[in-house]
């Protein structure tokens, strides 16, 4: 059998004529634990991803409340202005937390592996 290093180190071509390789056996139970791998790992991140994602929710429903607006705009072109900056504001934030996913992503791809 070979180990996760030489796997690694063959190239496709290889590993079609493997895999086409009629004479090797796959056991019947493989299917049932591949999948039950992919569950587990699943439901494993589920949670811890739901109770951050919650707490997130509830920490800028908390932050951002203001009992009373600091002030109107009787010039609708300044309005306009504020609510852009805003939302520029919103863009940005929102493709931080999205850089950030990512990298974790990349992080947990590359500690993570069949063994």
Same mark, same amino acid.
Request: aromatic fraction near 8%; proline fraction near 4%; avoid cysteine.
């Given at each position: 059998?070979?180990?996760?290093?030489?796997?690694?180190?063959?190239?496709? #071509?290889?590993?079609? $004529?493997? *895999?086409?390789?009629?004479?090797?056996?796959?056991?019947?139970?493989?299917?049932?634990?591949?999948?039950?791998?992919? $569950?587990? $790992?699943?439901? $494993?991140?589920?949670?811890?991803?739901?109770?951050?994602?919650?707490?997130?929710?509830?920490?800028?429903?908390?932050?951002?409340?203001?009992?009373?607006?600091?002030?109107?705009?009787?010039?609708?072109?300044?309005?306009?202005?504020?609510?852009?900056?805003?939302? *520029?504001?919103?863009? #940005?934030?929102?493709?931080?937390?999205?850089?950030?996913?990512?990298? *974790?992503?990349?992080?947990?791809?590359?500690? *993570?592996?069949?063994?």
């Amino acid at each position: 059998m070979k180990n996760i290093d030489e796997i690694s180190r063959l190239t496709a #071509d290889d590993l079609e $004529r493997i *895999s086409l390789d009629e004479s090797i056996t796959v056991p019947e139970e493989l299917s049932r634990k591949v999948q039950q791998a992919v $569950r587990s $790992r699943t439901l $494993r991140w589920a949670v811890p991803t739901g109770v951050a994602a919650a707490i997130a929710v509830l920490l800028a429903v908390g932050l951002t409340r203001n009992p009373e607006p600091k002030d109107t705009f009787d010039d609708p072109y300044l309005a306009y202005a504020e609510v852009e900056k805003v939302f *520029s504001k919103i863009s #940005d934030t929102v493709t931080y937390g999205a850089d950030k996913i990512s990298e *974790s992503e990349a992080t947990i791809e590359k500690y *993570s592996y069949w063994k």
